[in-house]
């Protein structure tokens, strides 16, 4: 460097004098140079490779281990849901399932196509399948088929490699074997909603064949049913493909859970609804175990967990038997003539001698109107039993306003009606016992004369829910302050008395028995058992004001609801059942039901063959029937149903809202509620009540006692 | 000595070379073997026979004459030069960037040959140079104009790594050629200043993408940071002594991408570990350290700037090449030589080493003048 420099300071002003061995020498050097920054370069490399390769060892050996394995997990056997004697109501079926997975599929309808074929899968299928992939997010699995056989899901499996995102499985579904009849008992599953991945962000739930429980107690009880998933390790290409299995943990299923239900008997009750759209409520009154518990018509769990057609979806929406809605907790009706047993055993806790009687001779004037009977030919006289078995209104506005809306209101409650208990399901609907505290609060008006003549016949503002029914059923057969139970538990303490005099509770039950074994208003509700006698009251409710319809026929939404609430046997009161029939047209609707399902109990041949019998007119059981709906919607709508089917979340509102009850009047109520007919005669022939089709309210105040 | 014991023909071969290459390509074949899940003729057996096929090419290129190398050094470069301009033309008929030209019976690249070409073609002006003209702008004006052409014909294709490749080789022999340093250290300096408009201004969104996620491979795993964040994988789950051969999960399970071509090296270093890396780096070494040592020693002006051009043409690959794989440098799509699978790079790396062969042949017959 030292010449070079030289060099330059002597070529200060003319040209360098550069030779060829300044040259030479400048080319070694610099050759050198280089030869450094090559060595340089060799030992960066190699620094970089140790530190890569040794120190960061552990960091990217995890790294790579985490590619290779690929963790899939198994979704864990969901636990059973199981009757009182141990049948399942709620069991796991081992089958075949292909599913997608959204993100993975390169050309979706091809892929639809070939699984269309491969699966002989419907137009209206593929379409509802096309309507999910739509909408599904990312890795969100949605279900081709399930329930397949053999050959189907290996012709699947042989052809994945040209099916890019299909993922064939062995796995275990959800399976409900009584279908429909316990389809609002139990509840369903479904694949977990974006919503349920964002509350939880757990991977199980993106999982394929991974179901989670969306109503009911399936809902309810998701956390114990649910068990904890097994997982497969296996080595995968980046592309997915599986080389290989590593290891498998097997899945630990989730615990099963016992009901107090009769599955035969929740069953019967369902099937015997029929046609009508109504529930049946049969508890054990020692004990509060609820053994049945149908609301009818209902969807069924099973098509429901496959995820829900556009054509089943149209089907169930359009109905105005409202499949979607849990009527035994959500319906609310007013009681009519059923809450005569409570209001009377109110009487006697007050004090009243049974034996005081009024003349009933069709109405009673209270105030400036008149109050019908529902028979306008009047009773006669009339005692409490007979108050009771003949369903006389009369009596009971008489002595109402005797003792007084309070006593009766507290003896409502005390059985039961106006209250919620604390059963799995979310958002019962408890209803209304009116008193003059509580229309002040609502309505901000006193309490008149005329609500408490209502509230005694089970109309105006009273509003009640079946179960409701059927525990004041039970506390009235057993006296004992039963608290209706679904889950099972065979050491729980006896229930404890509700402090009613034995006397008062027999000369109910003895009015209760005569309306069914007597001189009362549902003498064809008599059990075909010989030495068990059914105790019961009927019920009428009116739904519209006699302008608008009799009740009995015409336009089915204003016919009167039927009910019918009994327990048996009438001398040792063990079941107690309550029976309400939507827009049945009058009690007559609903004590054959009762009578048949109290039957079964005791007689089942009896009961089965009386059904068999109405199956055969009524188009074959519930499956059936449903069948050959679905059928007629599908050729009706075919695969072009316009309406797209909701995703789970807006199922799940629609549900919801079908379970909400029918609103509150906004308004007082200041009519007087015309007592609708209960004798069963009317039933058989509806025709021959003419006397009620004239308005109550505008009657003129005469004959009034 | 024992070189007495074999034939004259093959004791004159340059063993010190030909042995390292060997190695090279045979441990390349072997991680191509391994890459391909065991199967030889998938990628291993062309590898082995191109190598073949270009190591008789270098033979041959080693036993022409100098004074061929001096006549044609002018007219291939400008052949090239045409050849850049017809695929610059085909490609804008066709749409989009082709680099190739189809001959029917292979697929040229021609900015590949002109790696070569450059380090000839300055070699050969700096050699007709007039000595005193080296410090003035004579020297530097027509090697600019030599330089500018094809490595902005190549840059317009566009391949920044292989315009790069060309530019560096050319620096090199200018360097070389004993231009005063302060132009090299202020062309470096205006360098720094020019790289990040260049950048915001010149390069493409891909090229400026893949600047950016190797700055931080991890803002982009899954996509253009996948093969930087993978490759990383592949070398550092390797460890000390690697997973073994044959027993790589990247590559076999095709985490790692490009495990055959511009990433063999991560492949190779996954199932070798680091002991297979210092092996690949100790053999460049010694095929670095033997073209500066023949560089060196050679007889006159234009084979010594050729030797040493071609040596750092090869360097550069490998440089590149293995600061890539191992996140020290962009994802630039260079090869690395002799392992990598590819005919053009092959083609290339052996022209480099027949060259230097070449050179090393002129310096035995002609002894070393130093005149």
Same mark, same amino acid.
Do not use: K
């Given at each position: 460097m030292a010449s070079n420099g030289g060099g330059r300071n002597f070529a200060g002003k003319s040209s360098l004098p550069v030779t060829t061995a300044i040259l030479n020498n400048r080319f070694e050097r610099r050759t050198f140079v280089l030869g450094t920054l090559q060595a340089g370069v060799g030992i960066l490399l190699a620094t970089r490779l140790g530190y890569l390769a040794v120190a960061q060892n552990e960091k990217y050996q995890a790294a790579s281990e985490s590619n290779r394995v690929n963790l899939t997990l198994i979704p864990p056997r969901r636990g059973w849901v199981l009757d009182r004697f141990g049948k399942a109501l709620a069991a796991n079926r081992a089958d075949f399932r292909v599913d997608l997975i959204p993100d993975r599929v390169d050309d979706p309808d091809k892929t639809m196509a070939t699984l269309a074929g491969l699966l002989s899968l419907t137009s209206d299928k593929v379409r509802d399948i096309r309507d999910k992939l739509d909408k599904a997010r990312g890795f969100q699995p949605v279900e081709v088929a399930s329930s397949l056989d053999w050959d189907k899901f290996a012709a699947v499996s042989v052809r994945l490699p040209e099916l890019p995102g299909v993922i064939p499985q062995r796995g275990y579904s959800r399976y409900y074997p009584a279908g429909a009849s316990v389809g609002h008992l139990v509840g369903y599953v479904g694949a977990a909603s974006a919503e349920d991945y964002e509350k939880e962000r757990n991977p199980l739930l993106i999982t394929p064949g991974f179901k989670i429980g969306k109503d009911g107690l399936e809902k309810h009880f998701e956390t114990r049913l649910r068990g904890v998933p097994g997982a497969r390790r296996v080595e995968a290409t980046a592309s997915g493909r599986i080389v290989r299995d590593l290891g498998t943990r097997e899945d630990v299923p989730g615990k099963p859970i016992a009901l107090t239900i009769n599955a035969g008997l929740q069953d019967y009750a369902a099937r015997r609804i029929g046609l009508e759209s109504g529930s049946v409520v049969v508890m054990d009154c020692e004990t509060g175990d609820i053994l049945a518990m149908a609301s009818m018509p209902s969807f069924d769990p099973n098509s429901f967990s496959d995820g829900i057609g556009r054509v089943e979806w149209k089907m169930l929406s359009e109905d105005d038997h409202v499949p979607l809605r849990n009527k035994v907790l959500r319906g609310l009706y007013p009681p009519g003539s059923t809450v005569k047993p409570m209001v009377a055993l109110s009487f006697l806790e007050a004090g009243l001698d049974p034996n005081a009687s009024v003349g009933c001779g069709g109405g009673l004037r209270v105030g400036n109107r008149v109050f019908h009977c529902w028979n306008r030919r009047g009773h006669g006289t009339v005692d409490m039993a007979k108050g009771i078995y003949q369903s006389c209104d009369v009596y009971f506005y008489h002595f109402a306003q005797q003792i007084g809306m309070d006593k009766i209101a507290a003896m409502a409650r005390r059985l039961g009606l106006g209250q919620e208990f604390p059963m799995p399901y979310p958002g019962q609907s408890y209803g209304t016992v009116p008193d003059p505290a509580w229309k002040m609060r609502k309505y901000k008006k006193e309490w008149a004369l005329y609500d408490t003549v209502n509230a005694t016949i089970g109309q105006g503002y009273m509003l009640v829910n079946p179960l409701q029914q059927a525990v004041m059923a039970s506390r009235i057969a057993s006296g004992r302050e039963v608290m209706p139970r679904l889950l099972l538990d065979r050491n729980a303490p006896p229930v404890k008395s509700m402090g009613f005099r034995q006397e008062h509770l027999d000369y109910i039950h003895a009015a209760m028995s005569e309306v069914v074994n007597g001189r009362g208003t549902a003498g064809k509700a008599r059990l075909p058992v010989e030495n068990v006698l059914l105790a019961g009251k009927t019920g009428t409710a009116q739904v519209v004001g006699l302008n608008m319809g009799n009740g009995k026929g015409g336009i089915w939404k204003y016919r009167d609801h039927g009910h019918f609430i009994c327990f048996a046997p009438f001398d040792k009161p063990k079941y107690a059942c309550a029976v309400v029939i939507e827009h049945g047209g009058g009690s007559g609707a609903a004590y054959p039901i009762a009578r048949d399902v109290m039957t079964y109990i005791f007689a089942p041949d009896k009961a089965m063959a009386v059904l068999e019998e109405f199956e055969k007119q009524w188009g074959g059981n519930v499956q059936q029937r449903m069948a050959t709906r679905y059928n007629a919607f599908a050729a009706k709508y075919g695969g072009s149903a316009p309406k797209p089917v909701p995703d789970d979340d807006d199922l799940t509102e629609q549900v919801e809202d079908g379970n909400r009850a029918a609103p509150e009047p906004a308004t007082a109520q200041t009519d007087a509620a015309a007592p609708a007919p209960e004798p069963e005669q009317t039933m058989s022939a509806p025709a021959v009540a003419p006397a009620n089709a004239a308005p109550a309210v505008s009657a003129p105040p005469a004959g009034a006692q | 000595m024992p070189r007495a014991y074999v034939p004259a023909t093959i004791a004159r071969q340059p063993w010190g070379v030909l042995l390292p290459l060997m190695a090279l390509v045979s441990f390349g074949a072997a991680v191509l073997d391994s890459a391909a %899940? %065991?199967?030889?003729? =998938?990628w291993s057996m062309s590898h082995l026979l191109r190598f073949v096929v270009f190591l008789v090419m270098a033979m041959v290129i080693a036993r022409l004459p100098q004074e061929l190398f001096r006549k044609m050094a002018l007219p291939v470069y400008g052949v090239l030069c045409l050849l850049l301009v017809l695929v610059e033309l085909i490609g804008g008929i066709g749409g989009g960037s082709q680099r190739w030209l189809n001959l029917g019976f292979m697929t040229l690249q021609p900015s590949e040959l002109m790696k070569p070409g450059i380090v000839l073609v300055l070699a050969w002006f700096y050699s007709v140079? *007039?000595? %005193? +003209? =080296?410090? /003035?702008w004579r020297a530097l004006i027509p090697a600019g104009l030599l330089l500018g052409l094809p490595a902005g014909l190549v840059m317009l294709q566009p391949d920044l790594g292989t315009g790069l490749a060309i530019t560096f080789g050319a620096v090199v022999v200018m360097f070389l050629a004993g231009l005063p340093l302060r132009w090299f250290l202020g062309a470096g300096a205006a360098g720094l200043v020019a790289a990040p408009m260049a950048f915001f201004f010149l390069l493409h969104d891909y090229q400026r993408n893949r600047v950016l996620v190797f700055l931080d *491979? +991890? /803002?982009d795993p899954l996509g253009t940071g996948y093969h930087i964040t993978q490759s990383k994988i592949a070398i550092g789950s390797g460890g000390f002594i690697g997973k073994g051969f044959g027993n790589g999960s990247q590559s076999h399970l095709n985490y790692l991408p490009e495990s055959h071509t511009d990433f063999v090296f991560a492949t190779m270093a996954e199932e070798w570990g680091m002991l297979g890396g210092l092996f690949v780096l100790i053999v460049f070494w010694l095929i670095f350290r033997w073209g500066l040592k023949v560089a060196n020693s050679a007889p006159d002006r234009f084979s010594r700037l050729l030797a040493a051009g071609m040596t750092m043409t090869i360097f550069f690959y490998m440089c590149i090449n293995l600061m890539m794989v191992m996140g020290l440098a962009p994802v630039v799509g260079i090869p690395l030589p002799w392992m990598s699978h590819g005919g053009s790079s092959m083609m290339t790396n052996m022209i480099c080493v027949g060259t230097i062969m070449a050179v090393e042949r002129w310096s035995r017959n002609a002894p070393r003048s130093l005149s």
């Open positions: - | %899940g %065991g199967r030889f003729e =998938t140079l *007039p000595i %005193g +003209e =080296t410090q /003035s *491979p +991890e /803002s």
